[in-house]
C-alpha cells in the first residue's frame, strides 16, 4: 500500500510568483485537504476535496486554490506568493467520506518565499 | 468557530513518570477529538480519537464536555514518547480538523 506522497519536498520562490504543490492520495482514498503549517504552529485547514470538488474551505483567500483529478491526487496552487505563505504545506487523505476522521499526511513541501 | 488550545509548548518528563498533556476545546455543537503525533524524522499521524475509548501505547484521553478538555495521559513514559503531540478537534459532518500548535514532549532517562 502506497502512503500520501508529495512533490516538491522543498522549493524557494519570490514575492508575487506563483506555485503549484502536487499530492498522491494513499490507495483507496477519495478525499484529500490541505493544510498549511508555519513555524511552531499547527496544521491549518485550507480547503477539503472529495470526487473532484471542493468540500469545505478554511479561512484561506482565493489566491489559495486548489484541483482533484479523477485518480485522486490533487494540486495547490497560490498565487501571487507573500512572505507570510512560507510554510511547510501538508497533504492528508482519508477513507471515503472521511467516515474514521483518520487522516493520513504526507511529509510536506516546505514552501520559502523571499 | 472551533479553536483547540494546548498550553504547553514543551514538556520534559523522567523515563518512568507520569505524563500529562493538556488539550481544552472550544466547539458550539457536539465534537469529536483527535490526538495526532509526529516522531522525529515521520510524518503526522493518529494516535488515538475519543469515539474508539482505546489506550494506544499507553496513553489515554477522556472527552470532558463539562470542562471541554481532552488531556492526554500516559501513566510511565518511556523514551520512545518524545515526539510532538497534536490535538485535534473535528465537526460534524465535514471531518475538517483544527489543530492545536502542539507540545514538544521530551522523555529523559
Known amino acids: 500500500e502506497t502512503g500520501v506522497t508529495q512533490s516538491p519536498t522543498h522549493l524557494i520562490k519570490t514575492r508575487g510568483q506563483q506555485v503549484t504543490l502536487r499530492c498522491s492520495s494513499q490507495?483507496?482514498?477519495?478525499?484529500v485537504s490541505w493544510y498549511q503549517q508555519a513555524l511552531g504552529q499547527g496544521p491549518q485547514f485550507i480547503f477539503q476535496?472529495?470526487?473532484?470538488?471542493?468540500?469545505g474551505r478554511g479561512n484561506f483567500p482565493p489566491r489559495f486554490s486548489g484541483l482533484q483529478f479523477p485518480n485522486y491526487s490533487s494540486e495547490l496552487n497560490v498565487n501571487a506568493l507573500e512572505l507570510d505563505d512560507s510554510a511547510l504545506y501538508l497533504c492528508?487523505?482519508?477513507?471515503?467520506?472521511?467516515?474514521?476522521?483518520?487522516?493520513?499526511f504526507g511529509e510536506g513541501s516546505r514552501l520559502t518565499v523571499l | 468557530a472551533q479553536r483547540v488550545t494546548q498550553p504547553e509548548k514543551l514538556l520534559s518528563v523522567f523515563k518512568g513518570a507520569p505524563v500529562e498533556l493538556k488539550c481544552n476545546y472550544s466547539?458550539?455543537?457536539?465534537?469529536?477529538l483527535f490526538w495526532y503525533v509526529q516522531y522525529s524524522r515521520q510524518r503526522l499521524q493518529l494516535l488515538l480519537r475519543?469515539?474508539s475509548r482505546e489506550s494506544i501505547k499507553g496513553f489515554t484521553a477522556d472527552l470532558n464536555k463539562g470542562e471541554t478538555s481532552f488531556h492526554l495521559k500516559k501513566p510511565f513514559a518511556q523514551e520512545e514518547d518524545s515526539a510532538m503531540y497534536y490535538c485535534?478537534?473535528?465537526?460534524?459532518?465535514?471531518?475538517?480538523?483544527?489543530f492545536g500548535a502542539g507540545t514538544t514532549v521530551t522523555v529523559r532517562a
Open positions: 476535496y472529495y470526487r473532484e470538488e471542493e468540500n
Open positions: 485535534a478537534l473535528s465537526g460534524r459532518p465535514d471531518y475538517k480538523l483544527s
Open positions: 492528508a487523505s482519508s477513507l471515503p467520506g472521511g467516515v474514521t476522521g483518520e487522516l493520513f
Open positions: 475519543h469515539i
Open positions: 466547539y458550539s455543537g457536539s465534537p469529536e
Open positions: 490507495s483507496g482514498h477519495n478525499t
